[in-house]
């Protein structure tokens, strides 16, 4: 693989990346709040994972910059509060947010929100089991 990337549309920008995911992650539409040093926004979580998330709004992210998240997750009971965040990256007014650091009940309830995620995903989109390739 090259190490450059030529003058290219969006979609060169975005394959391009020097990390990689460690968790899928599910689509939503959860508003949230964020904030980091040069001030605060609002927008729409467009995808959720165990370690972070895709945000679109109106605002164009520094990557690298330290955030804080507070999201408003289905269950509206309070907003999901996340202290440590950095911007991963940004293409316009969308960027990711690698979560840092969480706390107990905060990575409690991520968990169950996903898990409820991954449940209706399974249900939507059933698939047969792979067939192994290991003589019996």
């Known amino acids: 693989m090259s190490g450059s990337i030529e003058s290219g549309g969006m979609e060169d920008r975005m394959a391009y990346r ?78 990711g947010v690698e979560f840092q650091r969480l706390a107990l009940d905060a990575r409690q309830r991520l968990n169950h929100t996903l898990r409820n995620a991954l449940i209706h995903r399974l249900k939507m989109h059933p698939s047969r089991p792979e067939q192994s390739n290991v003589p019996a």
């Open 18 to 95: 020097s990390y990689y995911r460690t968790y899928p992650r599910y689509p939503t539409q959860y508003p949230i709040i964020f904030g980091w040093v040069s001030g605060v926004g609002e927008g729409l979580v467009t995808n959720l994972s165990f370690s972070g998330c895709t945000v679109q709004c109106d605002r164009t992210p520094l990557v690298g910059a330290e955030v804080r998240v507070s999201i408003l997750l289905s269950d509206r009971t309070q907003a999901l509060s996340i202290e440590g965040g950095i911007i991963k990256w940004g293409d316009g007014c969308q960027f």
